[in-house]
């Protein structure tokens, strides 16, 4: 597997970067913008990592963490009971995050095995 060739890191980037823009395109709800803007920034540096150094399989682990913080941001940060853009966001961005980074782990953990000598 070579860098930054990983489809699955792309998009988990690529959710983090939306979260981070709609923390300041979107109405803010109760804690909606810390949340977003931090989550999605994790999930930015968690995606470029695992772009830059495939085979990390524990980076992989915490970029599926990070996919479920971000799904259940709204009900943490008081913005779930608005039905805002920003709850939608939050919800649909952590699924897909963990999708993708579940999809992602078996991969990583080849290359890692590989890359280790037996």
Request: glycine share 10%.
């Amino acid at each position: 597997m070579k860098k930054w060739t990983r489809w699955e890191d792309w998009v988990a980037a690529g959710v983090g970067l939306i979260a981070a823009v709609c923390a300041f395109a979107l109405p803010q709800m109760g804690a909606s913008m810390p949340w977003m803007l931090i989550v999605g920034v994790l999930l930015i540096a968690a995606g470029v990592a695992n772009l830059a150094m495939p085979g990390m399989v524990a980076m992989e682990y915490v970029q599926l963490a990070l996919g479920a913080l971000l799904f259940v941001a709204p009900w943490l940060g008081g913005y779930a009971d608005m039905q805002s853009g920003a709850a939608w966001v939050s919800w649909i961005g952590g699924a897909v995050a963990v999708i993708v980074a579940a999809l992602a782990v078996r991969p990583a953990m080849h290359m890692h095995d590989q890359a280790i000598p037996h």
